[in-house]
C-alpha cells in the first residue's frame, strides 16, 4: 500500500509529450507547453454523499452546474472519501495518507505539525496557495502549529470547524469576523479576489475551497428554498434529529422540512461553483485550469432519503465513503469521461505531484497518481484501497498530548453547541508502542471486485463480510464463506497496511 509513485521531472516532460501525440489528431487541438503548469481549484462539500447530484439520478434535487461538469469533464462513478467522517479525510487530501498514521482519526483530533502538505509541494513548484473554509484539522488562529499557513498556505480566510449563513472566518489567523451572506457564495467571492490580486505575480495559483455546505444545521437563501416547496408527502416522511438554529442544541424535526433546507443549501454551493466557472472564463483561465470537487464522506443521517448503498455517514460501507467526484481540466482531457475505476481522496496529492513534476514526500504514501485514468490510461486501480476507521488506545486515556492543550483551543464559533461552548478545541495523542488492541475498529479492504469488511475487535473477536462491489455494490450479500481464500489473503493484507499505519503513528515517518 505504500506506493511512493515519485515522478521526476523527466517523466513530466514525456508525460506532457504524451498529451501532444494522445489529442494531436482531434479537431480541437492542444497546445501543451511544458512551462504552464495549470491553475488548480479543489473544491470540497462537507457531507455531501454520492446520490445528492442530479447527474446520480437523484429524483429532485437541482444541481445544474455539476451535471454540467460530470457531462463535458471527468465523472468518478466510483470515488471515495478516505474516511466515512470529515476531519480525517481533509487529513488525506492534504497528505496523500491516511489518516490514522497522524493520529487524526475522527472529528476533534488535529492533524501533526510534522505532515508534509500538498501546499508546500505546490508552493515548491511556483504556485501561490490559498485556502479557503472549513479547515477542521486543527485551530486556524494565528499560533496554532496545524493551521493552514503551517501547511504551505500563502493566505486563507477558513474556520476550525463547520458553519452556516453569515459565517465567523479568520483571515490568516485573525480574531473571526462575520462575512454576511450565503457561505458558499462568500468563499467563492474570496478565491476570484485572491486570484485577481495573483495576476501580477505570474505564477499560477492552487486554491483549496472547503464548503461548509451541506452540513447541518441547514440555513439558506428563500430563493433556493422555494425551489424544493413542492417535495411529496410521502419523501421524508419521517423524524430526525439534528442541531437547532435557534438553540444551537438537538431537536427533531420532519425529515422532509430539513431536505428541503439541505437541498437548498446544495443548490446554493452548486450555484457558487457555477460563479467560479464564469469567472475563469471570463479571464481566459479555465481551460488550464484543473477544477475537482467531490464530498468528503457520505450522506449523515438525517440526510438520507435516498442513498442506493449499505450505510452511512460514519460506516465505512459504501454509503459512509462513496461521494461524488466531478473533475475538469478542459486543455488537457478534453473530451467527457465517465469512469467507474476506483479513486480516493487520499490520490489528490499524487495526482497534482506527477502533474506538476514534484517529487512525493519520502514517507508512505497511501494515494496514487491518477493522472493515467485521466489520459485514458487506467482501467483498474493496480492496489486496493484500505480504510480505517480506528480511535487512540483507550480513547486516549493515560496517553500523552501531542502538542500543548492551549494551542488545540479552538476560537471560530458555529451554531452547534458543544459541551455548551460554540467552538472547538481538538486533540491528538502520542502512542509508544503498538499493540494487538490498536489494530481493532471498523475497517475494509476495497479491490477491483471485492471488498472486505471487517468490525470489532481482533482475532475470533472480529466480524467479517466479504462483497463482490461490482455484482453488489449496495452490499446485501455476505459472500464470505463461499470465498473465504479471497477473505483470508485481503484480510493478511489489510493487516499488514495497518502495521504499515501504527509504525507511522507512533512517529516513525519523523525520524
Known amino acids: 500500500m505504500d506506493n511512493q509513485n515519485n515522478f521526476s521531472h523527466k517523466s513530466y516532460l514525456l508525460m506532457v509529450m504524451a498529451f501532444v501525440l494522445i489529442f494531436s489528431c482531434d479537431e480541437k487541438k492542444v497546445e501543451v507547453m511544458t512551462d504552464n503548469l495549470p491553475n488548480v481549484i479543489l473544491l470540497l462539500g462537507d457531507d455531501h454523499g454520492w446520490d445528492e447530484t442530479g447527474y446520480n439520478g437523484h429524483p429532485y434535487l437541482h444541481t445544474p452546474v455539476l451535471d454540467e461538469m460530470a457531462e463535458n469533464g471527468v465523472r468518478m462513478d466510483r470515488f471515495y472519501s478516505a474516511s466515512p467522517v470529515c476531519s480525517p479525510t481533509r487529513g488525506s487530501i492534504i497528505t496523500g495518507r491516511h489518516p490514522n498514521r497522524y493520529g487524526t482519526f475522527t472529528p476533534g483530533f488535529s492533524i501533526r505539525p510534522e505532515e508534509i502538505s500538498i501546499a508546500e509541494s505546490m508552493q515548491e513548484a511556483g504556485y501561490v496557495t490559498s485556502h479557503l473554509g472549513k479547515w477542521h484539522l486543527g485551530p486556524v488562529k494565528d499560533d496554532s502549529p496545524t493551521n493552514p499557513k503551517h501547511f504551505g498556505f500563502d493566505e486563507y480566510l477558513s474556520h476550525d470547524n463547520f458553519f452556516e449563513m453569515n459565517p465567523h472566518l479568520s483571515r490568516n489567523g485573525a480574531d473571526p469576523v462575520i462575512f454576511e451572506g450565503e457561505s458558499s457564495e462568500i468563499l467563492i467571492a474570496e ?25 447541518e444545521p441547514y440555513s439558506a ?24 438554529n435557534e438553540t444551537g442544541g438537538p431537536v427533531e ?9 439541505r437541498f437548498a443549501e446544495i443548490t446554493a454551493m452548486d450555484r457558487s461553483i457555477g460563479q467560479l466557472r464564469s469567472y475563469l472564463d471570463g479571464e481566459g483561465i479555465r481551460d488550464n485550469t484543473l477544477l475537482w470537487y467531490f464530498g468528503d464522506n457520505g450522506t449523515p443521517q438525517e440526510g438520507n432519503a435516498t442513498v442506493p448503498f449499505r450505510g452511512q455517514k460514519g460506516r465505512v460501507y459504501e454509503g459512509g465513503v462513496r461521494v461524488p467526484s466531478v473533475l475538469e481540466w478542459p486543455s488537457k482531457v478534453p473530451m467527457p469521461l465517465i469512469t467507474d475505476v476506483h479513486g480516493v481522496s487520499s490520490d489528490v496529492f499524487p495526482t497534482l505531484s506527477e502533474i506538476t513534476g514534484q517529487e512525493l514526500p519520502d514517507r508512505p504514501i497511501d494515494g496514487i497518481s491518477l493522472l493515467p485514468l485521466l489520459v485514458g490510461e487506467m482501467d483498474v486501480r493496480p492496489e486496493p484501497i484500505a480504510f480505517w476507521n480506528g480511535r487512540p488506545r483507550n480513547n486516549g486515556k493515560g496517553l500523552v498530548d501531542y502538542i500543548d492543550p492551549e494551542l488545540q ?24 508502542d503498538i499493540q494487538e488492541q490498536d489494530f481493532s475498529g471498523p475497517r475494509t479492504l476495497l479491490g477491483n471486485q471485492y471488498k472486505l469488511v471487517i468490525h470489532g475487535g481482533t482475532g475470533m473477536e472480529a466480524e467479517k463480510e466479504l462483497f463482490d462491489i461490482d455484482a453488489d455494490p449496495a452490499e446485501e450479500n455476505n459472500i464470505l464463506s463461499e470465498h473465504p481464500e479471497i477473505a483470508e489473503n485481503m484480510e493478511k493484507t489489510l493487516y499488514d497496511w495497518q502495521q504499515s499505519v501504527l509504525e507511522s503513528l507512533i512517529g516513525n515517518d519523523y525520524q
Open 191 to 215: 478565491a476570484i479576489d485572491f486570484i485577481e490580486r495573483s495576476k501580477g505575480k505570474n505564477q499560477p495559483f492552487f486554491i483549496v475551497i472547503w464548503y461548509g455546505s451541506p452540513h
Open 221 to 244: 437563501k428563500p430563493k433556493d428554498l422555494a425551489l424544493y416547496d413542492s417535495l411529496p408527502e410521502d419523501f421524508g416522511n419521517r423524524m430526525v434529529r439534528l442541531t437547532s
Open 253 to 261: 424535526r420532519l425529515q422532509r422540512d430539513v431536505l428541503r433546507e
Open 409 to 432: 483551543k479552538g476560537t471560530t464559533p458555529l451554531v452547534k453547541l458543544s459541551n455548551g461552548i460554540p467552538t472547538r478545541n481538538f486533540k491528538n495523542f502520542k502512542h509508544p
